[in-house]
């Protein structure tokens, strides 16, 4: 039922910004949260950021903090996540995920496994 597509990756310099767009559809009136992992070869996927839908509570990995912003747009029902400063770590194919939640709800972490909902992935590139 539900869909997202991720869209927005690119080839960087080191320093440079970057603006990640997941765009989703058959979302009912249950609430989720939204948001992005990110995973290289060899690594295990990690939670990088995510808002509710409820009360556009947000969360960041202590290695994006001040660095990525993560927002939403209700009426074109996309979630974006603008990147600046970016460093060559931060490499890697992007995943847009959702999931159901509580009307009100603290997103202490991402669990990869509580993330039914998945899009295809986009490359971001950070050359050195």
């Known amino acids: 039922q539900v869909q997202l597509v991720e869209s927005g990756g690119d080839l960087v310099q080191a320093g440079g910004s970057l603006r990640l767009s997941c765009a989703a559809s058959g979302f009912t009136k249950d609430y989720y949260a939204i948001g992005w992992f990110r995973q290289v070869p060899g690594k295990e996927r990690e939670g990088v950021s995510c808002?509710?839908?409820?009360?556009?509570?947000?969360y960041y990995s202590d290695s994006v903090k001040g660095r990525f912003t993560i927002s939403r747009d209700t009426t074109k029902n996309t979630v974006y996540l603008q990147m600046n400063g970016l460093k060559p770590e931060d490499t890697a194919v992007y995943y847009c995920?959702?999931?159901?939640?509580?009307?009100?709800?603290?997103?202490?972490?991402?669990?990869?496994?509580?993330?039914?909902?998945w899009g295809q992935g986009t490359q971001v590139t950070v050359s050195s």
């Open positions: 995920a959702a999931r159901i939640i509580l009307s009100k709800s603290v997103i202490a972490g991402m669990n990869r496994n509580s993330f039914p909902y």
């Open positions: 808002i509710s839908t409820s009360d556009s509570h947000t």
